[in-house]
C-alpha cells in the first residue's frame, strides 16, 4: 500500500466530519428505516444549508451511499455477534462461570492464531506494534487460565473438605471406628 493509499484510507469522509447534531439527526435516520437513501441526503443537505455550512460540505449520494453501506455492515456484524452470544449464555446459562471464561479464552486463542496466520500470508501487515499486542495477548490468555484453574483447584478443594466432613459425621454416627473414618476421608480428599 502506498503512501497516498495509506493517507486516503485514514481520512474521514465528508458524513464524518459533520457537525455532531447533523451527524446524530442522519444516524437517527438511518435507524428508523422509514425514508429511502436519497431522502436522506436531501434532509441532510438541507441541515447543512440551514446551518450555514460551506456548500463542499454537502453529501453526494455516492460518499453517502458507502458510509450507509458501511454503516449496515457494522451494524451487521454487530447483531450477528449478539445474536450468538445470545445462543451461547442461553447454552451455557446454567454451567459455572470458570467453563463460560474457558470459553471466551478458547475464542480469543483462535482470534489470535487466525490473526497470526493472516500475518504470515501477508494478509495483513507484521508491524512490531501488532507484534508486540499479539504477545502480550498470548501471556495474558494464559495468566487467565492459570488463574482459572487454580480457582476450581481451590473450588474443589473446598467441596472435597465440605464432603469428607460430612462424611466423617454420618460414618461417626453410623459406628465406623475412627481407623475407618480417617481412611474415609483420606479416601476422599485423595490423600495417599
Avoid at 437517527?28 to 446551518?51: C, H, P, S, T
Avoid at 447454552?91 to 470458570?98: C, E, M, N
Avoid at 482459572?148 to 454420618?170: D, G, L, Q, Y
Amino acid at each position: 500500500m502506498s503512501i497516498i493509499q495509506s493517507k486516503a484510507k485514514n481520512r474521514k469522509s465528508k458524513v464524518e466530519l459533520l457537525p455532531k447534531d447533523i451527524l446524530d439527526t442522519l444516524h437517527q435516520l438511518l435507524r428508523d428505516g422509514k425514508m429511502q437513501q436519497i431522502e436522506i441526503v436531501d434532509v441532510v443537505n438541507k441541515l447543512i444549508a440551514d446551518k450555514g455550512l460551506p456548500e463542499d460540505q454537502q453529501l453526494s449520494k455516492s460518499g453517502f451511499n458507502r458510509y450507509a453501506q458501511r454503516m449496515e455492515s457494522i451494524g451487521q456484524r454487530i447483531r450477528q455477534a449478539r445474536e450468538i452470544a445470545e445462543v451461547w449464555t442461553h447454552k451455557l446459562g446454567d454451567a459455572p462461570v470458570s467453563d463460560m471464561g474457558k470459553l471466551l479464552q478458547e475464542g480469543i486463542r483462535a482470534l489470535a492464531f487466525e490473526t497470526q496466520m493472516d500475518m504470515a500470508e501477508g494478509k495483513i501487515s507484521a508491524d512490531p506494534k501488532s507484534l508486540n499486542q499479539m504477545a502480550l495477548l498470548s501471556q495474558r490468555i494464559e495468566a487467565a487460565a492459570m488463574v482459572s484453574h487454580k480457582r476450581e483447584t481451590e473450588i474443589r478443594k473446598a467441596f472435597a473438605v465440605e464432603v469428607s466432613e460430612a462424611a466423617e459425621k454420618v460414618a461417626t454416627q453410623a459406628g465406623l471406628t475412627a481407623e475407618g473414618v480417617a481412611a474415609l476421608k483420606r479416601e476422599i480428599l485423595g490423600i495417599a
